[in-house]
């Protein structure tokens, strides 16, 4: 039964739904189950006021209902039935609308996308293809020639590297039960084909590079941007694929660097210097004049050693706790190796703790930090237009330099570069070549 009205329900959704678009334009930001649901809803709550006649019905209905069953309903219960019914039979006809909607032809320009739309391992993304988008007054249209494949890309796809604490919120977010964004991506870098009326800093043909601060919309061909959003042009000192790589690293170590107020001549120990942020880390920390001590394993020793790090510790090999040496601040961007309560005994009294891969405990003891004398810099990155400029500078300068991986796939091959990425064969930022 219910079965049925689910799908005689969702027959009247598909077929009246152009048609409320037309009359009420801002309804195709909606699910339409959605809208005919509280459509429903709001007639049963304001029956009283709007549908004086809905009362007698009801009592007619409820009078039949105990004069067949011999007894009298609790009150209300004819209502609350109703309501079942109507959420029920949206729910039940949520999956068949939305199939039927995929099927349809994509009217207008199309384009290659990697999609995923379940949460898990790498291999639920699958290739697909997508309208065009186009351009707005205040956008630039980017013909997308290399992205990367980050650590925000693998916790939207199956919350890999999300910080302790912190995974109920993601799926608030993020979605509870299903990814609410199928085209996900944080990083982009590739030529300008079309801008809109009121971008002047860019023109056609220019190369630019990237973020993308929601994570949506770089694997793909294409991808409008804000001109006022994180994008600059490229420098023409790297490469397309160099340019995506150092993107997601550079600007979290920046943005926590610059919160925690670090400067020169400060010592800090960064632990997981061979990952993306690690690494761009320590070109950083050395760049601003500080001290730096890395803390990577054994096969990418001489890889940061030659990032300038000043001391590179192998922790397979040594025990940093052991050690006895302090710092003045300590930068952990590894999920599993422990919080504050870990790496405290590290800092100097007056020490700064910066935890990029902090989760819910670390956002909540900055107070606690202080009664120490400590200083605790957590929560989550911002991307800025600003922060972007920084790092094309420092390319241009030379003292960042992009880690890529020297294998690189193709976007046909994402499942791949995402297993490859969290691998410890893993040599640098793994690039995902579009074009």
Same mark, same amino acid.
């Given at each position: 039964?219910?079965?049925?009205?689910?799908?005689?329900?969702?027959?009247?959704?598909?077929?009246?739904?152009?048609?409320?678009?037309?009359?009420?334009?801002?309804?195709?930001?909606?699910?339409? #189950?959605?809208?005919?649901?509280?459509?429903?809803?709001?007639?049963?709550?304001? $029956?009283?006021?709007?549908?004086?006649?809905?009362? /007698?019905?009801?009592?007619?209905?409820?009078?039949?209902?105990?004069?067949?069953?011999?007894?009298?309903?609790?009150?209300?219960?004819?209502?609350?039935?109703?309501?079942?019914?109507?959420?029920?039979?949206?729910?039940?006809? $949520?999956?068949?609308? =939305?199939?039927h909607l995929k099927a349809q032809p994509i009217k207008g320009e199309t384009m290659q996308a990697m999609i995923y739309e379940t949460y898990g391992e790498p291999e639920v993304f699958h290739a697909t293809l997508l309208k065009k988008p186009k351009q707005g007054r205040d956008e630039l249209l980017v013909k997308i020639v290399a992205t990367a494949v980050t650590?925000?890309?693998?916790?939207? =796809?199956?919350?890999?590297?999300?910080?302790?604490?912190? &995974?109920?919120?993601?799926?608030?977010?993020?979605?509870?039960? =299903?990814?609410?964004?199928?085209?996900?991506?944080?990083?982009?870098?590739?030529?300008?084909?079309?801008?809109?009326?009121?971008?002047?800093?860019? &023109?056609?043909?220019?190369?630019?590079?990237?973020?993308?601060?929601?994570?949506?919309?770089?694997?793909?061909?294409?991808?409008?941007?804000?001109?006022?959003?994180?994008?600059?042009?490229?420098?023409?000192?790297?490469?397309?694929?160099?340019?995506?790589?150092?993107?997601?690293?550079?600007?979290?170590?920046?943005?926590?660097?610059?919160?925690?107020?670090?400067?020169?001549?400060?010592?800090? /120990?960064?632990?997981?210097?061979?990952?993306?942020?690690?690494?761009?880390?320590?070109?950083? #920390?050395?760049?601003?004049?500080?001290?730096?001590?890395?803390?990577?394993?054994?096969?990418?020793?001489?890889?940061?050693?030659? /990032?300038?790090?000043?001391?590179?510790?192998?922790?397979?090999?040594?025990?940093?706790?052991?050690?006895?040496?302090?710092?003045?601040?300590?930068?952990?961007?590894?999920?599993?190796?422990?919080?504050?309560?870990?790496?405290?005994?590290?800092?100097?009294? &007056?020490?700064?703790?910066?935890?990029?891969?902090?989760?819910? &405990?670390?956002?909540?003891?900055?107070?606690?930090?202080?009664?120490?004398?400590?200083?605790?810099? #957590?929560?989550?990155? #911002?991307?800025?237009?600003?922060?972007?400029?920084?790092?094309?500078?420092?390319?241009?300068?030379?003292?960042?330099?992009?880690?890529?991986?020297?294998?690189?796939?193709?976007?046909?091959?994402?499942?791949?570069?995402? =297993?490859?990425?969290?691998?410890?064969?893993?040599?640098?930022?793994?690039?995902?070549?579009?074009?």
């Open positions: 039964m219910l079965k049925k009205l689910a799908d005689r329900f969702g027959q009247s959704l598909l077929k009246r739904r152009r048609r409320f678009q037309k009359i009420f334009p801002f309804l195709k930001h909606f699910h339409p #189950a959605y809208i005919f649901g509280f459509i429903l809803l709001f007639i049963m709550t304001m $029956r009283f006021v709007i549908f004086p006649s809905f009362v /007698l019905l009801e009592r007619y209905v409820r009078t039949s209902i105990e004069e067949a069953l011999g007894y009298t309903l609790v009150p209300y219960s004819v209502e609350v039935a109703f309501v079942v019914l109507v959420v029920a039979t949206i729910f039940t006809a $949520r999956k068949k609308i =939305r199939r650590t925000g890309d693998i916790n939207m =796809r199956g919350f890999v590297y999300v910080p302790h604490g912190l &995974k109920w919120i993601a799926r608030v977010m993020l979605g509870f039960k =299903r990814p609410k964004k199928e085209l996900i991506g944080h990083v982009f870098s590739g030529v300008v084909e079309a801008v809109g009326a009121g971008v002047k800093a860019f &023109k056609v043909g220019d190369e630019v590079f990237g973020m993308e601060s929601s994570g949506t919309g770089t694997y793909a061909h294409y991808k409008t941007i804000a001109h006022d959003k994180p994008v600059v042009l490229k420098p023409a000192t790297v490469t397309h694929e160099e340019a995506a790589s150092v993107l997601f690293g550079a600007m979290t170590a920046l943005h926590f660097f610059q919160k925690a107020k670090l400067s020169a001549g400060q010592s800090v /120990l960064i632990n997981g210097a061979s990952g993306s942020v690690g690494s761009a880390a320590v070109q950083i #920390a050395k760049a601003w004049g500080m001290y730096v001590t890395a803390v990577c394993s054994t096969s990418h020793i001489d890889g940061v050693r030659n /990032l300038g790090a000043d001391e590179v510790i192998d922790y397979t090999q040594t025990d940093i706790h052991q050690e006895g040496k302090t710092y003045d601040v300590v930068l952990n961007t590894v999920v599993a190796q422990g919080d504050f309560d870990s790496f405290h005994t590290l800092l100097k009294p &007056k020490g700064t703790y910066i935890a990029i891969a902090g989760g819910l &405990k670390d956002m909540l003891r900055p107070l606690w930090g202080v009664l120490r004398g400590q200083k605790i810099v #957590a929560g989550p990155s #911002a991307e800025t237009k600003e922060l972007l400029e920084q790092i094309a500078s420092m390319l241009i300068e030379g003292s960042l330099v992009p880690v890529v991986d020297p294998q690189v796939f193709p976007l046909e091959a994402l499942a791949q570069a995402h =297993r490859h990425a969290q691998s410890k064969a893993r040599r640098g930022t793994v690039v995902v070549r579009v074009a």
